[in-house]
């Protein structure tokens, strides 16, 4: 009889942690923010998940950057207050060190329609359009265009926008990005007082020129080809140059929608398409061990009905011990999700609501600074 029962409470104690949230978990916050936290594993190995499910005819989302500038790190929680957000969740992978580039986003980034960074490996993003009556998201691989164009229509190869210049690189730094454009003095750079512009001074051997509020500046680093940098030391090239960079979608039927997106943030990788598993981990060259040892984890989802979900998994702790990725994408289609991707995790996984973090953020000192968030508003009403 005695065994009997041992076998029995540990049964049920298994059942409880896997237990699935119904409507009924859901607490409303706001019309339109309903939050739940859950407990799913084992006793010798729970997961603590944190779920925000939101309507999108009643609330708006936004990617916001850290300092509200291209690079830059700070908490998701001072953000989303800084912004007067009732919600948050970290969002795109970055640039962590103790450099001044820190926060420099590791793929697109997108704000307000300007691109702010460029895309990496054609990495899954998350694309955001705030329409009159409702918002709207799509999930899709997305690569981006930096051109560099001159009066007599010779087009550049441009490495990268608003990051730090290597000395093969040609960098695109516009006014998002700093006061300066922070390089070294091992190059030349191209300085537009205006984007399109008429006039520029070129710098050579000069770093860190200032970034013109409404120009932009080019700047080459020395081992870039030293023919092209020597035509517009002459003069021949540049006496009327435009800028520009746009995200779009590798996927033909998201086109359109990526086109017209407001907001566009990185991940890696994708995990649910058209209502099916799909983690494209190694298309978009992300590591084995990333994808199948267990971490904290954030992600999003759309559902079957309509509503957005912004999912926290805490882990590295006896209390929680975090996901791999296909348990994560398993959780995700368990709870509707029809499309879903990943954003960075570890540390930096945070939920923000209601004027305090949710979660319980992995590393030693708390709350990790990161790049950029997710912030959820409610939508003004008419």
């Avoid at 059942?15 to 009924?24: E, G, K, P, R, Y």
């Avoid at 348990?327 to 960075?344: I, Q, S, T, Y």
Wanted: glycine fraction near 8%.
């Amino acid at each position: 009889m005695k065994k009997i029962f041992v076998f029995i409470s540990v049964h049920l104690w298994t059942i409880f942690l896997f237990v699935s949230v119904s409507a009924q978990d859901f607490k409303m916050i706001q019309d339109g923010i309903e939050y739940a936290e859950m407990i799913r594993g084992t006793k010798d190995a729970p997961i603590r998940v944190n779920l925000l499910r939101l309507d999108l005819t009643k609330v708006r989302l936004d990617v916001v950057h850290a300092t509200d500038s291209a690079i830059g790190v700070e908490k998701t929680s001072s953000i989303a207050t800084r912004h007067g957000a009732i919600a948050a969740i970290n969002a795109g992978f970055f640039r962590l060190d103790s450099s001044i580039f820190a926060g420099d986003a590791a793929g697109v980034l997108q704000i307000d329609g300007k691109v702010l960074s460029e895309s990496q490996n054609d990495r899954i993003a998350i694309g955001i359009i705030n329409g009159k009556d409702k918002t709207e998201v799509d999930f899709a691989h997305v690569e981006t265009d930096i051109w560099f164009i001159t009066f007599t229509d010779r087009y550049f190869d441009i490495s990268g926008i608003n990051r730090e210049r290597k000395e093969e690189d040609a960098i695109l730094y516009t006014p998002e990005f700093h006061r300066t454009t922070l390089t070294n003095t091992d190059g030349t750079e191209l300085v537009y007082e205006c984007a399109p512009c008429r006039k520029k001074t070129i710098y050579e051997n000069k770093g860190s020129n200032v970034i013109a509020p409404n120009g932009f500046v080019v700047s080459f680093g020395k081992d870039y080809d030293k023919g092209i940098v020597g035509l517009f030391k002459k003069q021949h090239l540049g006496a009327w140059a435009s800028v520009g960079a746009a995200a779009h979608s590798i996927e033909k039927e998201k086109q359109m929608f990526f086109s017209k997106a407001e907001d566009i943030t990185n991940g890696v990788p994708q995990l649910i398409k058209n209502g099916k598993i799909e983690i494209t981990w190694e298309q978009e060259k992300a590591a084995k061990a990333f994808v199948e040892n267990k971490h904290p984890r954030t992600a999003v989802a759309k559902l079957k009905d309509g509503k957005f979900l912004m999912v926290t998994v805490d882990g590295r702790s006896l209390k929680s011990v975090g996901m791999n990725l296909q348990e994560l994408a398993e959780f995700l289609l368990e709870l509707g999700a029809v499309e879903a991707m990943n954003l960075d995790g570890g540390g930096s996984t945070t939920m923000f609501l209601d004027g305090k973090v949710v979660n319980k953020p992995s590393d030693k000192e708390g709350e990790r600074r990161v790049s950029d968030a997710i912030l959820v508003t409610l939508r003004r009403k008419r």
